[in-house]
């Protein structure tokens, strides 16, 4: 079993910036991917960025060029960096992991996380 913790959420102004932590725990496997989902109210969960076990990187065009997904194997961290935060961006955001980077982009991972918010104001 896998546990997930994510932290960093808040409040930010439009053009600010925040990053997302998550800390995974427990059975990981050898080699996994993670991503980052998010939920705003009234909407469905939506896919918005995702890593490969060896770093290999996919985002949401929503969010590419202003978002970047990183990771620490060593630590079992992933990150989001948010930069140029827009209100749109104002979500729950899930962290999740997985066995491939394909499970986990499609929203089909092993393990969800429990949210963090975040709100962008305008």
């Known amino acids: 079993q896998v546990q997930l913790v994510e932290s960093g959420g808040g409040l930010v102004q439009a053009g600010g910036s925040l990053r997302l932590s998550c800390a995974a725990s427990g059975r990981t496997g050898s080699s996994y991917a993670m991503g980052w989902f998010r939920q705003a109210p009234g909407k469905e969960r939506e896919f918005v960025a995702a890593i490969s076990f060896s770093g290999g990187t996919y985002y949401a065009d929503s969010v590419t060029g202003r978002f970047t997904i990183s990771r620490s194997n060593a630590k079992n961290m992933v990150y989001l960096q948010m930069n140029s935060l827009k209100p749109e961006d104002t979500a729950v955001y899930y962290c999740?992991?997985?066995?491939?980077?394909?499970?986990?982009?499609?929203?089909?991972?092993?393990?969800w996380g429990q949210g963090t918010q975040v709100t962008v104001s305008s």
């Open positions: 999740a992991l997985g066995p491939t980077v394909v499970r986990v982009r499609a929203g089909a991972p092993d393990s």
